[in-house]
């Protein structure tokens, strides 16, 4: 457990289309929990980083671009609709999903620079009321004492399967073969970062969502808060925290 006066984290690590962020907002939502995306926040370092071409050995000048975002960086949560990732009036929801940004967010995330700037953003929007934090070092590097890690994984061709039909469903051309290796890129360069790589704590809830819906997903996870007495009743939620 977190110690006396910290707020409730759930820590959910995983690699690229695993389900992190639908099951991370379903949870928020349902237990009434701060939702902090932490690969919008290294999305919207590059996203920044491209519009000002910046490159990506150059740590100095993406550490600023982090420091800025972190300055301006926040999450809306509309009822009914899906979250909205903001850099100050600037609504970079869609922009922050392009190709573009996918091809070169990995790399800009083993940046020391950035990913000390954002993990300190990230902890700083943790509020007292507890929060859903998504990533893929969540567990390990930036709240390594959560009392619910959850690590999922699903096969490399379900992955490839889920991000293909979402890029089809935004209009966006790409053959099933060429995001099976860019997810599969990306899988390599998470695990094998100096600067905290991806791995599974020793402690994590292991869940392999393949094939499983989301609501699915919610539902085990809901399970296992529930067996750790982290739940004490459906009308009280999260030891010293309502739901909302």
């Known amino acids: 457990m977190m110690g ?12 690229a289309a695993s389900g ?8 928020a939502r349902r237990l009434g929990l701060t939702l902090v995306d932490s690969g919008a926040m290294y999305r919207a370092v590059t996203l920044i980083a491209l519009e000002r071409d910046v490159v990506m050995h150059n740590e100095k000048a993406l550490g600023m671009i982090a420091q800025s975002v972190s300055t301006d960086f926040r999450i ?9 990732i903001m850099i100050g009036d600037r609504d970079i929801t869609q922009e922050i999903r392009s190709v573009e940004v ?3 967010v990995s790399e800009i995330s083993r940046v020391g620079a950035v990913r000390n700037e954002l993990v300190r953003l990230q902890r700083s929007m943790v509020s007292g009321r507890g929060a859903v934090v998504e990533g893929r070092d969540i567990g390990t590097a930036v709240f390594p004492d959560a009392p619910l890690k959850v690590f999922l994984q699903a096969s490399l061709k379900e992955r490839a399967r889920r991000r293909y039909k979402e890029l089809k469903r935004r209009g966006v051309p790409m053959s099933r073969k060429y995001v099976t290796e860019e997810i599969a890129r990306r899988d390599s360069i998470d695990t094998s970062r100096g600067l905290s790589p991806m791995f599974m704590a020793s402690d994590a809830f292991l ?9 699915q997903v919610v539902n085990s996870i809901m399970e296992e808060l529930r067996a750790r007495k982290l739940i004490v009743s459906r009308k009280r939620n999260l030891k010293g925290h309502r739901q909302a």
């Open 4 to 15: 006396a006066g910290k707020p409730f984290v759930i820590a959910i690590d995983g690699p």
């Open 20 to 27: 992190k962020s639908s099951l991370a907002l379903a949870l």
């Open 76 to 84: 809306e949560m509309p009822v009914d609709s899906p979250p909205m």
């Open 102 to 104: 996918g091809d070169a």
């Open 207 to 215: 869940l392999d969502t393949t094939g499983m819906r989301v609501e």
